[in-house]
């Protein structure tokens, strides 16, 4: 089975930056996502990188905002939060697939961390 364990969530002014980081364990992964879910919200979309062929898919939310990357051989995904605001506040999860996905639809990922909070206060 694979585990996904997420850290670096916290609380942050308006404007300040977080980097989310989530380690992955148990299997090869191909695809991981990150997603977020507001309080009396859905679970949203917010960026996922795959590897072979590499492919980096951003919601329009966190464009120009966030950077998503990853370290294969750590077996590591990050989310680099820069320039936040208050709408960015929620749990963040990780996400993760072993095969190669591009797609934003959570039903396309198996593998899920425990989820991390970040609040952004104005």
């Known amino acids: 089975q694979v585990q996904l364990v997420e850290s670096g969530g916290g609380l942050v002014q308006a404007g300040g930056s977080l980097r989310l980081s989530c380690a992955a364990s148990?299997?090869?992964?191909?695809?991981y996502a990150w997603f977020r879910q507001a309080p009396g919200k859905e679970r949203d979309f917010v960026a996922a990188?795959?590897?072979?062929?590499?492919?980096?898919n951003y919601a329009d939310s966190g464009k120009g905002r966030f950077t998503i990357s990853g370290d294969n051989a750590k077996n590591t995904v990050y989310l680099q939060m820069n320039s936040l605001k208050p709408e960015d506040t929620g749990v963040y999860y990780c996400?993760?697939?072993?095969?190669?996905?591009?797609?934003?639809?959570?039903?396309?990922?198996?593998?899920w961390g425990q989820g991390t909070q970040v609040t952004v206060s104005s």
């Open positions: 148990g299997r090869t992964i191909r695809t």
């Open positions: 990188i795959t590897w072979g062929p590499s492919y980096i």
């Open positions: 996400a993760a697939s072993v095969k190669r996905y591009s797609g934003r639809n959570s039903d396309g990922y198996a593998y």
